[in-house]
């Protein structure tokens, strides 16, 4: 099994409809991301998390938010969507007990918004 | 500003064409530079972290070098399956040790 999932792969919606989408990791790491990815533009930071109770903004929180429910699950919420958010969103963990340590990825989700 | 910057941003070798994919950077402090691979709509996948300059890391036909301002993916005899976007990223000098991505190379190895 995957050590970082992520639900659902695909989703089709419609402007100012919520959306959210979910990552749950088995790797026990502390750290968890939200990241969204577009042509040309590489990945970009949306939240980031160090634990349940710590929650950052990342380069482009606007129009997002994220709840880590438990160490192994961080949601990421599209309250309003809108067609720029139209992207793959992907899910990374990493364990910030080590330093600088490597961050793993999930398979991530294409979300369009019509 | 921080940047990471990786070139070319497309390659297309025959099967056997070695070369080499740069990633260069201006960061305060490198504390590190890891190399990702990503296959479409797939989730970047770890190749390796390199820590201060001089190093190197092999993984198969894979070999990662770094100097103090760039890092270079060398590709030795490549095959087809090799092809994919390859990313590097460098950590901020933040206490959170964020990664920054460059906006990757695409390869694609010809049969």
């Known amino acids: 099994d995957a050590d970082v999932t992520q639900t659902p792969r695909n989703r089709i919606t419609k402007t100012g409809k919520r959306i959210m989408l979910e990552c749950s990791q088995t790797?026990?790491?502390?750290?968890m991301y939200w990241y969204r990815q577009d042509p040309g533009l590489g990945l970009r930071l949306i939240y980031y998390?160090?634990?349940?109770?710590?929650?950052n903004k990342g380069e482009i929180s606007d129009g997002y938010s994220v709840s880590r429910q438990a160490q192994a699950k961080f949601s990421l919420s599209l309250e309003s969507a809108i067609p720029n958010q139209t992207a793959l969103y992907f899910c990374?963990?990493?364990?910030?007990?080590?330093?600088?340590?490597?961050?793993?990825f999930g398979p991530g989700t294409r979300l369009t918004v019509l | 500003e921080d940047q990471v910057t990786q070139s070319p941003e497309a390659l297309r070798l025959q099967e056997g064409e070695s070369s080499s994919l740069n990633c260069s950077y201006t960061?305060?402090?490198?504390?590190?530079l890891f190399w990702y691979r990503q296959d479409p709509g797939k989730g970047p996948e770890f190749l390796f972290t390199l820590y201060s300059a001089g190093e190197e890391k092999e993984k198969e036909r894979l070999k990662a070098t770094l100097t103090k301002k760039e890092s270079f993916l060398h590709i030795t005899a490549p095959k087809p399956e090799d092809s994919a976007t390859y990313l590097c990223a460098v950590p901020l000098l933040t206490g959170a040790n964020n990664l920054f991505f460059g906006t990757g190379t695409r390869l694609t190895v010809i049969p």
């Open positions: 790797k026990g790491h502390d750290r």
């Open positions: 960061v305060s402090g490198l504390r590190g």
């Open positions: 998390s160090f634990d349940v109770k710590d929650i």
């Open positions: 990374a963990t990493r364990n910030g007990r080590l330093g600088l340590d490597t961050q793993y």
